[in-house]
């Protein structure tokens, strides 16, 4: 209701000021003023405007930064996110530092060299080394972020997968996460969705050799410090998994298999003692993939091998799950 009242009031605003406006213009045609005729006047009142405006603009961007900060995602709990966090650091460092350069510059020679009837436009064609300047040094820049840039992409997306490299599947589909372990044997077995019915949601192919000791599961368990590999299946459309405190996003697309491997860092009891009780890990839906997208998303917990076998030996396998009796002796 109050925001309700506070947008009745600025339309009331407006209009009051186009108004007070169009009055004006209507006085200064009786007095046989010209009306598009600009004075020395008009342009202090603009040049002060732009000098309040642009310093008040600036004054809420650090506003912003000091009370909005805490909303910002604590560092990162994985090895690559590190470097990531770096990348990310460096780059808003380099922003931040030219926008307050160069943004109070701006408003001031707004004001300072606003219009006056004695002023005299200054010709000037072409300077070379001004040219040279602000082309070469961009450039440098740019190019140095680039590189780093690049460098960190390639070693957070070309991890090595080692024999202690867990794999986990990541099953995304309107509007759910499910995940599959890969068993003792850390294989997942073969998955097609034209399999896919009833209780085999991944459409997991029960003839395939490594599928009986894969398991499913509505979380995501990890091991502190131990590396893990995730792959994506869509079964739908295209969703794309999201795991912020990990830095780690990649699509998932109906028809092929995306992955991303990463280690967590820091347990789910480590952030819950500096970011609250309430702290979850969280795999969440970036792309807007219909409806009830925004309630796609999936806990991740980061916790220690005992922690984990104490989990994961309570899951059924997907041998008990999918097969009867009379199957299972066939296999
Ligand atoms: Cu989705």
């Known amino acids: ?52 405006v642009g310093f008040g603009f600036l004054i809420f961007v650090v506003w912003q930064m000091v009370t909005w900060n805490h909303l910002l995602l604590p560092p990162a709990s994985s090895l690559h996110g590190a470097e990531i966090d770096i990348l990310m650091q460096a780059s808003m460092a380099l922003i931040l530092i030219v926008f307050f350069i160069l943004s109070p510059i701006l408003f001031y020679f707004l004001y300072k060299y606003r219009g006056k009837k004695s002023n005299k436009a200054y010709f000037f064609s072409h300077n070379n080394k001004l040219e040279v300047v602000w082309t070469v040094v961009p450039t440098i820049i740019l190019t140095v972020f680039i590189i780093f840039g690049l460098k960190t992409w390639d070693k957070a997306m070309n991890v ?62 990890l091991v502190v410090d131990q590396p893990v590999l995730l792959k994506f299946r869509s079964q739908d459309v295209i969703h794309s998994a999201f795991l912020p405190h990990f830095r780690v996003q990649m699509n998932c697309v109906p028809g092929i298999t995306t992955q991303f491997g990463f280690t967590p860092t ?17 795999l969440l839906c970036n792309k807007i993939c219909g409806q009830a997208h925004y309630n796609m998303q999936m806990k991740v917990i980061v916790e220690t091998q005992e922690e984990f076998d104490i989990w994961y030996d309570s899951k059924q396998n997907l041998e008990n799950r999918l097969l009867t009796k009379k199957e299972k002796k066939d296999v």
């Open 160 to 221: 090595d997968v080692t024999q202690s490299t867990k794999i986990i599947e990541v099953y995304a589909q309107q509007f759910y996460w499910s995940a599959r372990y890969s068993g003792d044997d850390n294989i997942l077995g073969k998955a097609n969705y034209k399999l896919v019915k009833e209780k085999n949601i991944f459409g997991v192919d029960t003839l395939d050799i490594n599928f009986g000791d894969d398991k499913m599961t509505k979380e995501v368990h």
């Open 266 to 282: 820091r347990t789910t009891a480590q952030m819950k003692e500096t970011e609250g009780e309430d702290f979850e890990y969280i």
């Open 1 to 52: 209701m109050t925001s309700i009242l506070i947008i009745v009031v600025v339309i009331l605003l407006l209009a009051a000021l186009v108004q007070v406006t169009r009055v004006s213009e209507l006085l200064s045609e009786i007095k046989s003023k010209d009306v598009n005729e600009v004075t020395d006047k008009d342009n202090n009142t603009q040049g002060l405007l732009f000098l309040i």
